[in-house]
């Protein structure tokens, strides 16, 4: 334990730097995969077209490669970050995106088909009806997937580690080559902190989940 006391600073660098990770990606996860659920369900073919692919081909990457292209790829391409913190922001927004869509766009598709048409019969358009209509109910019925896709966000962050990135996971790799003899101890609060971020989001889930629903 004199390992885990000495090393709290790092441990509370490591717990900092994955929340702001998980927080910054939730919330471009959170705008992205919105715009492409309501592209999803447009009524513009090229839209349409344009969310499935983008849905398809992410989903079915593994983030390991997503985070190679924007670690190691898109420097080559002209953009070139001052640190390894926003290509991980990135690839784990562009990732989770995929997933917030779906979850979206089956919350748009649980949406009385009768409303959309009522909100047309009355001179609204699609972005209106899908902005002040559809959308306002659909995410109602989406909270508790969308909390798990965010539960699933804070894991995936431990991928930053592999990319020089200090978050929980590259510090337990750290010390767990500084202090091999020390090795449970280290991964069990490197365990107790991701804990601290889960579980409230999972409890957060049940009390906002039972506040906003409603009877259909």
């Not at 090393?7 to 990770?21: A, H, I, Q, R």
């Not at 953009?79 to 995106?97: H, Q």
């Not at 750290?174 to 069990?188: F, G, K, R, S, Y």
Request: aromatic residues 12%; charged residues 10%.
């Amino acid at each position: 334990m004199d390992t885990v006391i000495d090393e709290l600073p790092l441990y509370w660098d490591g717990f900092t730097t994955t929340l702001s990770l998980t927080l910054l990606a939730a919330v471009i996860a959170l705008v992205v995969g919105t715009i492409l659920g309501a592209f999803r369900v447009a009524p513009v073919p090229t839209l349409r077209w344009f969310g499935t692919v983008y849905v398809e081909i992410v989903r079915n990457t593994p983030l390991t490669l997503v985070f190679i292209f924007f670690v190691f790829v898109a420097p080559q391409l002209g953009w070139t970050p001052s640190d390894f913190f926003a290509p991980a922001v990135v690839a784990l927004s562009v990732y989770t995106a995929a997933f917030v869509c779906e979850a979206v766009r089956s919350g748009i598709n649980s949406v009385g088909l009768g409303q959309a048409e009522a909100s047309r019969a009355i001179g609204l358009t699609f972005p209106q009806t899908l902005r002040l209509i559809v959308l306002p109910q659909a995410f109602r019925t989406v909270i508790p997937p969308l909390i798990n896709i965010f539960i699933a966000l804070t894991k995936n962050s431990s991928v930053a580690g592999g990319f020089f990135v200090a978050e929980l996971f590259g510090v337990a790799r750290q010390l767990t080559n500084a202090h091999p003899a020390d090795i449970i101890p280290v991964l069990i609060v490197i365990g107790l902190f991701y804990l601290i971020i889960t579980i409230p989001a999972g409890i957060l889930a049940g009390y906002v989940e039972r506040k906003v629903a409603f009877a259909r």
